[in-house]
């Protein structure tokens, strides 16, 4: 399943759901941004059918952002049942990300 490009609007919406959700807060000129970009749309394709996966450029939905306290991108925050309930901040290389989200939402 593929990555979903949201809004504010779009990430309160999806929060709400409660369902396993990972978000990118992101921005275009951001270079470790645009280097997990391709990582995190890889995990999606293995994952998305037990992990909702989202991104949000942080330029243009500054609300989600400003909720979430992020000060550094990428941010990628993990939530379950509508609370977050992990972060990781910085570029990280694929086996370290996939494992992180294997194991915060308990995913074999």
């Given at each position: 399943m593929a990555v979903q490009h949201i809004n504010d609007d779009e990430y309160d919406k999806l929060v709400k759901e409660g369902k396993p959700l990972v978000v990118d807060f992101w921005a275009p000129w951001c270079g470790p941004c645009r280097m997990i970009g391709p990582i995190f749309e890889e995990i999606s394709n293995t994952l998305g059918d037990k992990v909702t996966f989202a991104k949000i450029n942080v330029d243009e939905n500054?609300?989600?952002?400003?909720?979430?306290?992020?000060?550094?991108?990428?941010?990628?925050?993990?939530?379950?049942?509508?609370?977050?309930?992990?972060?990781?901040?910085?570029?990280?290389?694929?086996?370290?990300?996939?494992?992180?989200?294997?194991?915060?939402f308990a995913i074999q």
């Open positions: 500054q609300k989600a952002a400003s909720q979430n306290g992020v000060t550094s991108i990428p941010s990628i925050i993990f939530f379950k049942d509508g609370k977050r309930i992990d972060t990781l901040i910085g570029a990280v290389p694929k086996p370290m990300l996939e494992q992180k989200i294997k194991a915060v």
